[in-house]
């Protein structure tokens, strides 16, 4: 199922693959340093229509699945200081629309609405396609797509905790956030497949 398009996907619906996709965030920590870190469950569609500038973006993020490599700190992440995982424990991407961009060779800007921690906030995504290629193991009936995407946002437009002061000087967590995504969509839907490995979301 390749595209007749230039470029992308073709029309129809397409699905994240979160086995061989990336959605990783990037904050400052103990003023200083920066951490980085990725959601590990996630879900989503592409609905690519005849016009790519009216295709619609759903992706939900399991807030729970958040890991920096630190057991103790993705735990705090998790509480009620940070992201409430309890009371949120989706995150969730809507588009809104697309627009051409001259950073490169099939770049867009992709807009939509982000939810985190039950606040919703308009966002702007720089995208590219990367390339397209069957599936690895099942090269017959599935075929995928590549995406990059970044942006940025700001943990207190959407009432995320930052941790509190340290002792010399900022705060805990940073309030920017940078975040990259590194995105393969695919022809078919993942579920079945997740649900036999146990990786479900």
């Known amino acids: 199922m390749t595209s007749t398009h230039e470029a992308g996907p073709g ?9 061989h996709s990336s959605l990783i965030f990037v904050a400052h920590y103990l003023r200083f340093g920066r951490v980085q870190g990725t959601f590990g469950r996630a879900y989503g569609q592409v609905l690519v229509t005849e016009n790519p500038a009216d295709s619609r973006v759903e992706v939900v993020l399991d807030a729970a699945s958040v890991n920096t490599g630190v057991g103790a700190r993705d735990a705090h992440l998790r509480s009620a200081d940070f992201l409430d995982v309890d009371h949120h424990p989706e995150l969730r991407f809507v588009s809104t629309g697309t627009e051409p961009s001259r950073r490169g060779r099939h770049s867009f800007r992709l807009f939509g609405d982000l939810t985190v921690h039950g606040t919703t906030r308009p966002v702007g995504l720089d995208a590219q396609w990367v390339g397209e290629s069957p599936d690895y193991v099942s090269p017959d009936d ?3 797509h590549f995406f990059s995407a970044t ?17 010399w ?17 695919q022809n078919q839907d993942p579920l079945p497949f997740l649900q036999q490995i146990g990786h479900a979301p």
């Open 11 to 19: 029309p129809g619906t397409w699905y994240l693959d979160p086995l």
């Open 142 to 144: 599935t075929y995928g």
């Open 151 to 167: 942006t940025r946002i700001r943990l207190s437009d959407f009432g995320v905790g930052d941790g509190g002061e340290v002792p």
């Open 169 to 185: 000087g900022g705060r805990l967590v940073g309030d920017t956030v940078d975040i990259v995504l590194e995105v393969r969509l």
